[in-house]
């Protein structure tokens, strides 16, 4: 079944699902007003005319859960975001700040997008270890770090051993309202080598994006055509700290706010590295932030194996540079693969 069939069946499903339920509210209050005009209701202190919106609510919400399925989740959702809101000094968070229950309460939100938004495509998953210290290299693009969400909701959705991948991120991000508390309480940190160092020693896997904000914020016309990877620093912590290389090739990132200028001086005025001008943003305000539903692959290439140097080489850069393009050129010919394969930008 294509994707667009898969969409269409899922429309017609909620639209029946939304039919029965506004049935069932109709037919209540029928059954409820026949009672009242026979005299079965409470007329006691006006009722009539103050009618007990509390226990309608309560009504509402049991039909709701009996109607539809996709209401009842929202609702489970929503109630189980309420608990954890209320956990106080119970939660429990590294010395980074992650917080693991609040961020596997909001897969149910990144699969969808993973699934239903983006349709996204994986293959090569098996690259990535069960177990044990690992560097994920990828492309980075999309103005918002959306790649590196739908790369760790993959290694959930399609892993046999699910397990959570640590994404550097860079500064400007962490210094932005709501967003940096929202990157720490999901697992991210900051892009220095010390934090590097101290989740690979935890033998945790690692998401980087050399590109770093030269990829997030290149122009459409220069869509997937990979940056510098700088100087090769997660190359130097790779061979150091004995952690294999697995690089990962992105297709559809490019297209989810189409960048097509930048103002240098609305950058400079609001403190951001670039300020994106997008078919939607920011003529249609905070709705030009919402991502364009673009077709996604995501490919995990086999290991690079810089846990098998000797770890003094890290300080030899024609070495580390060796490896740096190297791991480049694989996740460029990914994506060269990638887009080749898919058969359209958009669905």
């Avoid at 917080?99 to 990535?128: C, N």
């Avoid at 160092?197 to 030269?214: I, S, T």
């Amino acid at each position: 079944m294509s994707p667009r069939s898969r969409r269409t069946d899922a429309e017609e499903e909620l639209r029946h699902e939304l039919g029965l339920l506004y049935s069932q509210v109709a037919l209540e209050l029928r059954s409820r007003s026949a009672a009242d005009s026979n005299g079965g209701g409470d007329h006691s202190d006006g009722a009539l005319l103050r009618p007990d919106f509390g226990r309608a609510a309560a009504d509402l919400t049991a039909l709701a859960l009996r109607g539809s399925p996709i209401l009842g989740s929202l609702l489970d959702f929503f109630a189980h975001q309420r608990a954890l809101a209320t956990r106080g000094p119970d939660a429990e968070l590294d010395e980074f700040g992650f917080d693991r229950e609040w961020t596997e309460s909001l897969l149910p939100l990144f699969r969808w997008a993973y699934t239903s938004y983006w349709h996204v495509q994986t293959s090569g998953v098996e690259h990535v270890p069960a177990e044990g210290r690992a560097l994920l290299v990828s492309n980075h693009a999309g103005v918002l770090p959306w790649d590196g969400a739908m790369i760790k909701t993959a290694i959930f959705a399609e892993h046999p051993r699910p397990r959570h991948a640590r994404a550097l991120v860079a500064n400007f991000f962490f210094g932005t309202p709501y967003l940096g508390r929202l990157l720490r309480r999901t697992g991210q940190t900051v892009g220095h080598p010390d934090d590097i160092r101290r989740l690979l020693e935890q033998d945790e896997l690692v998401l980087v994006f050399p590109e770093g904000v030269k990829g997030t914020g290149k122009p459409f016309t220069e869509r997937y055509r990979l940056r510098r990877f700088g100087r090769g620093g997660f190359v130097q912590s790779a061979i150091r700290h004995r952690a294999p290389i697995i690089p990962v090739s992105v297709v559809g990132s490019e297209e989810i706010y189409p960048m097509l200028g930048d103002s240098s001086l609305l950058a400079r005025l609001t403190g951001m590295p670039y300020f994106p001008i997008t078919p939607t943003f920011p003529w249609l305000g905070p709705l030009g932030l919402l991502p364009l539903p673009s077709n996604w692959s995501i490919r995990f290439h086999p290991a690079v194996r810089t846990d098998e140097l000797d770890p003094e080489l890290a300080d030899d850069q024609n070495v580390v540079m060796e490896v740096a393009d190297r791991v480049r050129e694989t996740i460029q010919h990914g994506v060269w693969d990638g887009l080749r394969e898919r058969r359209r930008a958009f669905l």
